[in-house]
Structures are given as structure tokens and as C-alpha cells.
């Protein structure tokens, strides 16, 4: 009897080292979110439309300046641009897919960045592949060109400790094998494979999280940003 209490009190003990940095990321990420301005630049007479639609990487939470989002450093690739951010924190791909319905303009770039939160909210593998072919199926109509991300692998998040950091490495695999399967049905789509690009190219995202531990900061922005431009070229 007495084992099993001691056994008991260690792992209480163990669930609330692993729950509570979650609960104080979110605690954190809440005034972030709060203070997050979505970047967008609408000059006159545009050389160019783009839509960047999605989750908090598509509005840019944890950056310090939208300009550091990756939306902002597209805007200053095409200054002359009309670049319309729809992203929403918390966001997934049922909100996106919502979102997208609303759109009626014809756009030359559409940036989509999603995923993450179905992988975290442990949204079915069934759901998901059904959500993205949607979403992709409506971008393809109102873009000339879809470039489509997700995160790198979640597991890796400094929220996330053992089980719950192998068990978001591996939905984010199948997460990323979904979209890889689906978006290569479209030619106008390009997606960009961060759960094995961050890995292959050995990249270090250790100081590339804003506080709340959870969102990238300006660092990571510019990471992922490399990825996106090599797509464009």
C-alpha cells in the first residue's frame, strides 16, 4: 500500500511538470495574441495581390514587429504588392477553410499557413485530409499560385516534454504526409516540407521561440521565411 501511494504522489507530481508549462505558455501567449497586429500593406495601384490566410504563423504572433512575420518579409520582397492577411490565432483548418469561402478577389500569390493546432488539438487524420483537399481545392480557384506550410516538428517545442513530445512528433508526421500527398494533385500548389527541411539542413530553432515558448519569435520567422522564398524563386 504504501508503494503505491509513493507511486501515486510521483505521478501527480510527474503530470503536473509536464501539464504546467503548457498552462503558463498559454497564459503567456494570451497577451501576445492580444497585442498581435496581422502585417498588410495596400499601396496604389498594385503590381500584384496576395492573400496570406491561416493560424498565429500566418498573422505573425510572437514577432516583435509584424514586419518581422513572415508576411512582413513578403511584403518587402513585392513592396508594390496588395497584401491582404486574413490569419488568425488559434486558427485551424476548418477556420481557414470558412475563411476562404468568403474570398471572391483573384489572387497572384496566396500564402497558407496551417496545421499546427489540428495537430495539437488532436483533430482526426480523417478530418484533417478531408479539410486541407477542401481548402486547396478553393485556393487553386482563387490564386494563381498556392504556397502551403505548416510547422516544423511540433515535438520539438520546448513546451512539450516526454510523452507528449513523441506523441507530437508523430502526428505531425502524418499531419506532413497528408499535405504532401494532397497538395501534389495541384500544379498551381508548392508545398514546403519543414518536418524534414529543418532536419535535413540541421537547423537550430533553440532561440527561435517567443516567450510563451510555443510561438516563433523574429528568428524563427526568418527561418521559415528562407524556405518560403526558395519556393518563389
Known amino acids: 500500500m504504501k508503494f503505491i501511494l509513493v ?3 510521483f ?3 510527474y503530470l503536473i511538470c509536464l501539464y504546467y508549462p503548457i498552462y503558463r505558455a498559454s497564459q503567456i501567449a494570451e497577451k501576445t495574441i492580444a497585442h498581435n497586429i496581422p502585417y498588410e500593406q495596400h499601396p496604389h495601384n498594385p503590381s500584384m495581390y496576395i492573400l496570406v490566410a491561416g493560424d498565429s504563423s500566418a498573422a505573425g504572433v510572437g514577432a516583435i514587429t509584424p514586419k518581422e512575420s513572415i508576411a512582413g518579409r513578403l511584403g518587402q520582397k513585392y513592396p508594390d504588392a496588395d497584401l491582404l492577411n486574413i490569419g488568425v ?4 483548418i476548418e477556420d481557414l477553410l470558412n475563411v476562404l469561402k468568403t474570398q471572391k478577389k483573384h489572387y497572384d500569390l ?3 499557413q496551417i496545421g499546427a493546432n489540428d495537430v495539437t488539438h488532436f483533430s482526426s487524420y480523417q478530418t484533417i485530409r478531408k479539410g486541407i483537399t477542401e481548402v486547396l481545392a478553393i485556393s487553386d480557384q482563387l490564386g494563381t499560385k498556392t504556397v502551403l506550410l505548416t510547422s516544423g516538428d511540433l515535438g520539438v517545442i520546448p513546451i512539450f516534454h516526454w510523452p507528449l513530445s513523441w506523441i507530437m512528433t508523430d502526428r505531425t508526421r502524418k499531419v506532413r504526409d497528408i499535405f504532401v500527398e494532397e497538395s501534389s494533385k495541384y500544379n498551381s500548389v ?3 516540407d519543414l518536418f524534414y527541411e529543418l532536419k535535413r ?5 533553440t532561440n527561435s521561440y517567443a516567450p510563451d515558448s510555443f510561438h516563433l519569435n ?4 526568418e527561418v521559415y521565411y528562407h524556405f518560403v522564398e526558395e ?3
Not at 523574429?218 to 520567422?221: A, D, F, I, S
Open 231 to 233: 519556393k518563389l524563386k
Open 7 to 9: 507511486g501515486i504522489v
Open 89 to 92: 490565432s488559434g486558427a485551424q
Open 11 to 13: 505521478l501527480i507530481i
Open 110 to 112: 496566396i500564402l497558407l
Open 218 to 221: 523574429e528568428k524563427g520567422y
Open 190 to 192: 508548392s508545398y514546403i
Open 201 to 205: 539542413n540541421r537547423v537550430n530553432l
